[in-house]
């Protein structure tokens, strides 16, 4: 009764959404046809509604392929916990409005053709746990309100045109598991209590991030070494940090592999592109076995191949490429059934070819060369 005193039914709703249609483009209301009088609006498609009050509590549209604008009426389903809006073609700016919907906890905009800075008041949506803003061409920078949002877990903003720095304030997110701001035109260091063309080092404050899934902070102009730090990160799955210019072709360049080896979750690993120097460490054999992926190509390392590198029985792709490796092929690489990428190309591996690599039946690729490989090309690798 308080509710409807106040004006606040589902009427409310009905009327919100079907504003929100009136700005959908012509061609794709159609998409649509079930939001009309005859239908109660907790019948309308992609509308879920709570169970007591009867408001709308989802609005889920994504991948129909919706045009037009949204419209600020959107922000009038105060009791809206989810909006999925995503894969679309929705242009014009995200509506300043979004930001009373008090009782969102998952937000996503992704895939669209948004345009215009990200609204300050979507920062009050203090509730959020998931933000996806990725995909789209917003601009502007990213606003230093995105610390308030102190319960998010996923944010993705990645492959949008954000410029600037980024919020010292981003350090109070420390729920974070996962975070993708790749393909921006950031710049600038990354923040230290927490990059994009970002530079300096690597803060190894980033391992107090304790549930982070994934980090990406690839093709960007960062420096120093790698943090041990993230040794901590026990729940990692992704660690991605190709194309920059960490490491100083030093024997410490590598100390971190060590520190991974508590990464128990760990399941990719890309590090190539750098400049990472020093022996390749027998640590390496001690990462995780749920490794699928792991890319230490074009750096400086020398040495050889850890013999034990077997140990990784999951692993799908080994790229050790571009390097000043030598000596033989461990044969425990023979024990790498799941393997269908061996990249070895342009080191200086010697010996023969070893007629183990035919045991390995999954291989899609297969490069050895520019190495010191001498004697005849064994017929196992018809298998």
Same mark, same amino acid.
């Not at 309308?44 to 709570?50: E, F």
């Not at 391992?207 to 982070?212: M, P, Q, T």
């Not at 991605?240 to 960490?246: A, D, E, Q, T, Y």
């Given at each position: 009764m308080l509710l409807e005193?106040?004006?606040?039914?589902? $009427?409310?709703?009905?009327?919100?959404?079907? *504003?929100?249609?009136?700005?959908?483009?012509? *061609?794709?209301?159609?998409? +649509?046809?079930?939001?009309?009088?005859?239908?109660?609006?907790?019948?309308?498609?992609?509308?879920?509604?709570?169970?007591r009050h009867k408001r709308v509590t989802r609005l889920d549209l994504g991948g129909l392929q919706l045009g037009g604008v949204i419209s600020q009426y959107i922000g009038n389903l105060s009791f809206l916990i989810s909006l999925d809006l995503s894969n679309n073609t929705f242009g014009g700016t995200i509506p300043h409005e979004v930001g009373n919907l008090l009782r969102l906890d998952y937000l996503d905009m992704s895939y669209?053709?948004?345009?215009? %800075?990200?609204?300050?008041? +979507?920062?009050?949506?203090?509730?959020?746990? $998931?933000?996806?803003?990725? /995909?789209? &061409?917003?601009?502007?920078?990213? &606003?230093? $309100?995105?610390?308030?949002?102190?319960?998010?877990? #996923?944010?993705?903003?990645?492959?949008?045109k954000l410029k600037g720095r980024l919020p010292a304030s981003l350090g109070n997110l420390t729920s974070l598991m996962r975070v993708s701001l790749r393909d921006n035109s950031l710049e600038g260091e990354i923040p230290g209590d927490i990059g994009n063309?970002?530079?300096?080092?690597?803060? %190894?404050?980033?391992?107090?991030? /304790?549930?982070?899934l994934m980090l990406s902070l690839n093709a960007n102009n960062l420096t120093g070494s790698i943090p041990s730090s993230f040794g901590k990160l026990q729940s990692l799955q992704l660690l991605?940090?190709?194309?920059?210019?960490?490491?100083?072709?030093?024997?410490?360049?590598?100390?971190?592999?060590? %520190?991974?080896?508590?990464?128990?979750?760990?399941?990719t690993l890309y590090v190539f592109g750098n400049r990472l120097g020093g022996h390749l460490p027998t640590t390496i054999a001690n990462l995780s076995t749920n490794l699928r992926v792991l890319d230490l190509g074009t750096n400086f390392i020398f040495g050889s191949i850890p013999h034990d590198i077997g140990n990784l029985i999951n692993l799908q792709s080994l790229a050790l490429d571009g390097n000043h490796l030598t000596g033989l092929v461990p044969t425990s690489i023979g024990k790498l059934l799941q393997l269908e990428v061996l990249d070895l190309v342009s080191n200086g591996i010697s010996g023969e070819? &070893? /007629?183990?690599?035919?045991?390995?039946?999954?291989?899609?690729?297969?490069?050895?060369?520019?190495? /010191?490989? $001498?004697?005849?090309?064994? &017929?196992?690798?018809? #298998?």
């Open positions: 005193a106040y004006g606040l039914t589902v $009427e409310t709703d009905r009327k919100a959404l079907q *504003d929100f249609k009136s700005q959908v483009s012509g *061609d794709k209301q159609v998409v +649509l046809s079930s939001w009309n009088n005859s239908v109660h609006v907790c019948n309308w498609k992609g509308v879920t509604c709570g169970v669209n053709s948004l345009v215009g %800075a990200i609204p300050i008041s +979507l920062f009050n949506c203090s509730r959020l746990l $998931e933000l996806y803003l990725n /995909s789209n &061409p917003l601009g502007g920078g990213v &606003p230093s $309100e995105l610390g308030s949002l102190t319960k998010l877990v #996923n944010l993705d903003l990645e492959r949008n063309y970002f530079k300096g080092a690597i803060p %190894a404050s980033l391992a107090n991030i /304790s549930n982070l991605s940090l190709f194309k920059n210019s960490l490491g100083s072709h030093s024997s410490v360049d590598l100390e971190f592999l060590g %520190a991974l080896t508590n990464c128990t979750q760990l399941k070819i &070893p /007629s183990f690599i035919g045991n390995l039946t999954r291989l899609d690729a297969l490069v050895l060369a520019n190495n /010191s490989f $001498e004697g005849t090309i064994p &017929p196992s690798l018809c #298998n």
